[in-house]
């Protein structure tokens, strides 16, 4: 056990490291494609560093994928198969609020972002025209933006599933390893029926 303790300390550091290097040299990417080309009077601005909407997208993608993956390195460092006490229960706690803030926060908004200003996905954009023959002589048609909503909305609904379903499995964990032990196998239990835990001092 402690064997495998310490070897979850070493790969979640190693994740927070790297994780922490990509999310910096994402950002400075995606910082730098998404300057001017020129500045204030008429010079070349980074002239070898390619500009566009698709570099900076790349590089956001990168930084968010760090950051994830730092987050994910903590956990595994410092909370994974770990007792938990007054610290890491803060520590999870703001990982887990972290976590939250960018699925229903950031991501949304990056989303909104890109096809509101970037994409110009609007009303005037009409992509799927369905025959007034088919529905009565109406007119229903579908634009950028009722696909840019549903997109939106289908992530929000997904994501929430996902969260909710992830936390019901993490908080009946116990439960899940006991199911998959051999019939055989005993544990011991306290007379309360809790498993009982060598606590290593």
Do not use: C
């Not at 080309?37 to 909407?53: A, C, K, M, N, S």
């Not at 908004?109 to 009409?126: F, G, P, S």
């Not at 609904?157 to 993490?170: D, E, N, Q, S």
């Not at 051999?182 to 544990?187: D, L, R, S, V, W």
């Amino acid at each position: 056990m402690a064997k495998q303790r310490d070897r979850n300390f070493v790969l979640g550091l190693t994740a927070v490291l790297v994780g922490t290097a990509l999310a910096i040299g994402g950002a400075l990417w995606a910082h730098f494609t998404g300057l001017p080309t020129v500045d204030e009077v008429g010079r070349d601005l980074f002239p070898d560093i390619p500009r566009g909407w698709v570099w900076v997208l790349l590089g956001q993608l990168v930084s968010l994928g760090g950051v994830l993956l730092a987050m994910a390195g903590v956990a595994l460092a410092y909370l994974y198969e770990k007792k938990m006490t007054w610290a890491r229960s803060a520590v999870g706690g703001g990982l887990f609020t972290g976590l939250m803030m960018i699925l229903f926060g950031v991501i949304p908004n990056q989303w909104l972002t890109y096809t509101q200003a970037v994409w110009e996905w609007t009303d005037q954009k009409i992509w799927v025209e369905i025959p007034t023959s088919l529905i009565g002589g109406n007119e229903v048609n579908l634009s950028a933006a009722a696909f840019k909503d549903v997109v939106s909305g289908t992530y929000s609904v997904v994501a929430l599933g996902a969260v909710a379903i992830a936390m019901i499995r993490w908080q009946k964990r116990d439960e899940i390893r006991a199911a998959k032990k051999p019939k055989g196998a005993q544990e011991n239990v306290s007379v309360y029926g809790r498993p009982l835990q060598k606590v290593e001092r």
